[in-house]
């Protein structure tokens, strides 16, 4: 059992950043890849960023070379570093988690408005 748990979100101009934390608890062991997704009013929810537990991360070709992903294992949360935001990163972001026999975890989403 997992449980994830999304901070970070707000309001923010465009070309601003904000950073947005997951934290998770429960059965940590279990966990493999990490990532973040996104859905914007009227779009499909899209992969953002991913993490492995190994430490590699691959990113959406739209949010490449502004977001990055990264993991603190001490403190069981996965973070998401936005710069140079833009009205189109707008959705409601959401962590998930992939752990052993095939399990996805979600969390209940944070809201990420950029808007001048």
């Known amino acids: 059992q997992v449980q994830l748990k999304e901070s970070g979100g707000g309001l923010v101009q465009p070309g601003g950043s904000l950073r947005l934390s997951c934290a998770a608890s429960g059965s940590i062991f279990s966990l493999k890849a990490m990532g973040w997704y996104r859905q914007a009013p009227g779009k499909q929810r899209e992969l953002v960023a991913v993490?492995?537990?190994?430490?590699?991360?691959n990113y959406a070709d739209s949010v490449k070379g502004r977001f990055t992903i990264s993991r603190d294992n001490a403190k069981n949360t996965v973070y998401l570093q936005m710069n140079s935001l833009k009205p189109e990163d707008t959705a409601v972001y959401y962590c998930?988690?992939?752990?052993?026999?095939?399990?996805?975890?979600w969390g209940q989403g944070t809201q990420v408005t950029v808007s001048s």
């Open positions: 993490i492995t537990s190994g430490g590699s991360a």
């Open positions: 998930t988690a992939s752990a052993s026999m095939g399990l996805r975890y």
